[in-house]
T-cell receptor
Framework: ETGVTQTPRHLVMGMTNKKSLKCEQH?????MYWYKQSAKKPLELMFV???????ENNSVPSRFSPECPNSSHLFLHLHTLQPEDSALYLC?????????????????FGPGTRLTVL | AQKITQTQPGMFVQEKEAVTLDCTYD???????LFWYKQPSSGEMIFLIY??????QNATEGRYSLNFQKARKSANLVISASQLGDSAMYFC?????????????FGTGTRLQVFP
């Protein structure tokens, strides 16, 4: 399998449930990202991991808990979500999370998980 | 604060014609990068083209070109010879290259519809 994969593709959960989103990249990259895409709003960066270390938390509520066990895998653990958290959650990877503009460092995106919170 | 503005919520173009999607940006930094991504209905974001703030020539990638006007802070995407498969959402994004973490700031997107 190549590129960036995300599972599940669709998830419906109640506000009291606990679920996890999974992202896997097969590109040999060292940086991984979580983005949230709500209807009619720009993509919002949530978290950045560079070499398994979290380097960015964009003021995300604690009901979203990321985990990066290695450079190829990224999880987003969800608990006690709100209906306004319903969105498309996109994962991305890039060669590094700290290019300083010296390299192209294009981000490659997965297909996303469409989350609905009831 | 950095900001990307895409003022066209939707655009229509006839097949084989060219279309320009507008993007303006706001930043006080001297070093930055500009990206365009395509998002079909399947959801994944597909990278199209990149322009660095110090690049003197406009970027081109096949049918895609970026009309970079630094003084006006605009980075419009030009798609030549539109195809039906070009119908999708298009997002302009900016990367601040002066900080240690690669963050992309996205615009709200433009929905392009190509008709026969």
């Amino acid at each position: 399998e190549t590129g960036v994969t995300q599972t599940p593709r669709h998830l419906v959960m109640g506000m009291t449930n606990k679920k996890s989103l999974k992202c896997e990249q097969h590109l040999g990259h060292n940086a991984m990202y979580w983005y949230k895409q709500s209807a009619k709003k720009p993509l919002e960066l949530m978290f950045v991991y560079n070499f398994k270390e979290q380097t960015e938390n964009n003021s995300v509520p604690s009901r979203f808990s990321p985990e990066c066990p290695n450079s190829s895998h990224l999880f987003l653990h969800l608990h006690t979500l709100q209906p306004e958290d319903s969105a498309l959650y996109l994962c991305a990877s890039s060669p590094t999370g700290d290019s300083g503009g010296e390299i192209y460092n294009e981000q490659f995106f997965g297909p996303g998980t469409r989350l609905t919170v009831l | 604060a950095q900001k990307i503005t895409q003022t066209q919520p939707g655009m229509f173009v006839q097949e084989k014609e060219a279309v320009t999607l507008d993007c303006t940006y706001d930043t006080s930094d001297q070093s930055y990068g500009l990206f365009w991504y395509k998002q079909p209905s399947s959801g994944e974001m597909i990278f199209l083209i990149y322009q660095g703030s110090y690049d003197e020539q406009n970027a081109t990638e096949g049918r895609y070109s970026l009309n970079f006007q630094k003084a006006r802070k605009s980075a419009n995407l030009v798609i030549s010879a539109s195809q039906l498969g070009d119908s999708a959402m298009y997002f302009c994004a900016m990367r601040d290259e002066s900080y240690n973490t690669d963050k992309l700031i996205f615009g709200t997107g433009t929905r392009l519809q190509v008709f026969p």
